[in-house]
């Protein structure tokens, strides 16, 4: 299977939800299914597997030969997916992500418990999972332990950026380190250095750190400064705390700088790849997986490189915001054939092309050799990519909101905080007020 734009078009919907229009975002051109022209039925004994992920990530005909099933193919849409688990008649898999909505989904009994199937597999075997796995599972009050409901497809330390060396030094600026990590304030200064402004408009952007929308990376700096955005049962935030506050007040100052994409001016192209690749983004705050969209252009992938994850404190903190991956609803009609397709996709001919693409770190142990290193921008990442993996961490995320919801209101406060001046103190309250309001129906509905 060819492995175009998997990962990179989820980053580029997942920015297209996170705003504060979701609704309408979410629904345009989604709603329809479509698939390989069957008309989605099941003739005779034949199955019908419904898969809802974006288009990309699967070889419909390379998926139907192998598994000797129909598929239907669904737009990843939230607001669909919502309303079909309501209505108890869901997708057969569905595409999602395991560090931020593993806990929502399966603390509301809408997720299949996987353990039986992995236990019994040849294919997918737990000794072989990366640790990354276990963000897809829940014990029913943390994230970590307990069944496993999903699997990563691969995943990356979503705070690591990409930088453009021709960039850097026509603005007469040192690399970063391959080793050391910046501090999240040399980050910002290196983007006010690198942007490029004509009458009064951004040409080049110097970086960009919203490619995963925003609570995420708020989460992360919180983090590095020592801190959690979450309190320990994860029913609310405080952005009021001295580390959040911290990290607030760099984002506001990112933001203020017009520097990057934000939730004040969005970039056109919907995501970094194009702006980057056409010259008109100097760093993007993109983890290893997006050396696979740079593999794709020799020149590009030329005076590209791989930075570690800026730091906003002493707690060495790269963290994954997505492991991207599969989960099977409670309610599926097929879940035998769901597992099969997981066998494939995990870990047979497409997990393989992804693994030697570069879209990311393979989930399974074994395919970990297969990650590219022949040229190199490869060999360079690589490196780059395996010190990073002796700093990495999980972040929990709460059951009681999605994070739509949360970058939602970020994407509602922030714009009008900056126009006005509003310090980062009133807008930690206002953020605090609109979130846990959030999280408490959310905790309210769980009981």
Known sequence: MSVPTTESLDRRRFL????????????????????????????????????????????????????????????????????????????????????????????????????????????????????????????????????????????????????????FEAAKLELPSDTEPLSSEEWLDLGKRLVKRRLGKVKVYGMNITGLGSFSPLMAMTASAGGSLFTEDLTSVDFSSPEALKALQWYLDYTKADIGPSVVNPNPDGWDWPTYQAGRMAMAGDGYWFGGAIGGDPKVAEVSRLAPAPQLGNSRVSTCFSATGFWIPTEAKNKDAAWKFFEWFFGKEPAEGRAAAGWGIPTLKSLRPKMPQGKPYQKQAFKVQEEELTHFSV??????????SLDGVISKVVPGAVKSGTSAGKVADELNKQMNDLLAKGKEVLG
């Not at 990309?56 to 030969?65: E, H, L, P, V």
């Not at 972040?395 to 739509?404: D, G, I, K, R, V």
């Open 16 to 167: 297209t939800l996170s705003g504060a229009a979701l609704g309408a975002a979410a629904l345009s051109g989604c709603a329809a299914s479509v698939d390989d022209g069957s008309g989605g039925s099941s003739k005779g004994d034949s199955t019908t597997l419904t898969v809802m992920c974006e288009k990309d990530d699967i070889d419909i005909k390379a998926a139907q030969q192998a598994l000797g099933v129909k598929i239907r193919f669904l737009q990843k849409d939230p607001t669909k997916l919502n309303a079909m688990l309501a209505a108890k008649t869901p997708p057969d898999v569905v595409r999602g992500f395991g560090a931020t909505e593993a806990p929502y989904f399966a603390a509301r009994k809408l997720m299949t418990d996987l353990d039986p199937y992995f236990a019994k597999s040849t294919v997918l075997k737990p000794a072989d999972l990366d640790p990354v796995n276990d963000l897809w599972r829940y014990d029913g009050s943390k994230q970590g332990a307990g069944p496993r409901y999903g699997m990563a497809k691969d995943y990356s330390q979503d705070q690591m950026f990409w930088y453009r060396t021709d960039l």
């Open 395 to 404: 972040l929990p995320f709460t059951p009681y909101a999605q994070l739509t």
